[in-house]
């Protein structure tokens, strides 16, 4: 494998081709180092000497000279896959005075769907300097995608050679994020954050990205947004001082790409900017094996119901958490009022003496080897208009695992009047189902 740099011998060049060699020399690869001649540029004297010269500047140990014609970011990546190379790093001013719909650059044209990671190079101090033992800090844009997860790989591929600080954010809209936790109830305002919900949102994040191989320290940050995510993602990597901004790039469309955060972050950010595909490593090998320390399951306190405690009873890691849940449908006026307006919010029962009596009830199914495992149990009663949204939301409130639920199997016609919660839950839910037939 290798390290590709291209160069157009510019001074923003110059701090690709040393942020190359660092990274060339840390991670012991070869360097190739391109020059692609476009129509009516350079002479082929002039370019070959001028290489020459660049590569001279560089320590490393294996360096090749390239020089190919065509255009620029079409010649890149053919180089790239023919050389092997695990890393296309490349010069950029950036383009923040420039809208986004003007993706004219090489960089902009890299960016919109690399098939290799990708560095853009803002300026060409920090890489070198922490290769020779200065800090480096880093934003992590983290969502629930694949190129996420290739894009965790890389970054722990990169605090294997040296330590490497991260702020892992997620940008998030505060009407989906509220509907998302079952607290759509609450006031909120689309310019100001919410405690709750960025708290719920750390909680995720500190879960989905618990440890990073390597050396270095993580920060957890949750950030409002209005508009494009890729400017916020870009605020909390001002706000934290950050050398570079690492995220996924899932393909897009031409016109998704005007609000994808990878070309946001190509496009305006300060700071360096990584680009790691899905395709880039073998994401399966970095996912660790499911862990479920916290189920919830759910029941109506039919037999079929309660079976399903059983499954979750077996489903749960010793030392873990196990919530016994039970969601009473609100019929009546009352009950199609909150359909219409929040059917994912818990409703008050009529008196605590039935939530108590339903409570005790759920306790009472709890089997007694749970205790001998470490498990500790808890008990949810709610009242909703719908069922199935509030135990979404409830999933979301308490980080669960899994959700384990039984389904009666109803076809035809009751199937039509009643509705099938478990498809429902099947639909809306971020995370594993269990369904118990």
Known sequence: M??????????????????????????????????????????????????????????????????????????????????????????????????????????????????????????????????????????????????????????SALRELAPVDVVVARVYYADEAHHLYGVAGRRFSYTDPDPIVERFIERDLKRLVPSLPGKGELFFRAKLGLGRMGDHLLEVAEAERCQMVVVGTPAHGRLSRLWSVSAVAAH????????????ATDTAAFRPAPRFKRVLVTTDFSPLGNAAIAWAGRLIEPGGELTLAHVTPVEGIAGQLADLYAPELPIPHASPRVTAELAARLQALVPPALSERGVTT????????????????????????????????????????????????????????????
């Open 2 to 155: 290798t390290i590709l740099c291209a160069t157009d011998f510019s001074e923003q060049a110059r701090a690709a081709e040393q942020t190359a060699a660092a990274l060339a020399s840390k991670w012991k690869l070869p360097l190739v180092l391109l020059h692609v001649d476009e129509p009516a540029a350079t002479d082929a004297a002039r370019a070959q000497a001028l290489l020459s010269e660049r590569a001279a500047a560089l320590t490393v140990p294996s360096i090749e000279k390239v020089i190919e014609k065509g255009p620029a970011h079409e010649v890149i990546q053919r180089v790239a896959l023919a050389r092997k190379a695990r890393l296309i790093v490349v010069g950029s001013h950036g383009h923040r005075l420039e809208p986004l719909f003007r993706l004219g650059g090489t960089s902009d044209r890299l960016s919109q769907s690399p098939t290799i990671p990708t560095l853009i190079v803002r300026e060409g101090e920090s890489v070198p300097l922490w290769a020779q033992g200065a800090p480096l800090r880093v934003t992590l844009g983290v969502d629930d995608g694949a190129a996420c997860a290739a894009a965790v790989r890389w970054l």
């Open 268 to 279: 305006f950010a300060r700071m360096s900017v990584a680009l790691i595909p899905p395709e």
């Open 378 to 437: 808890r008990t949810e009663v709610l009242r909703a208009a719908d069922v199935a949204p509030a135990l979404v939301a409830l999933s979301e409130q308490l980080g669960s695992d899994a959700i384990v639920m039984s389904s009666h199997g109803r076809s035809g016609l009751s199937r039509a009047i009643r509705g099938s919660t478990a498809e429902a839950v099947l639909r809306a839910a971020h995370r594993p189902v269990l369904v118990v037939r």
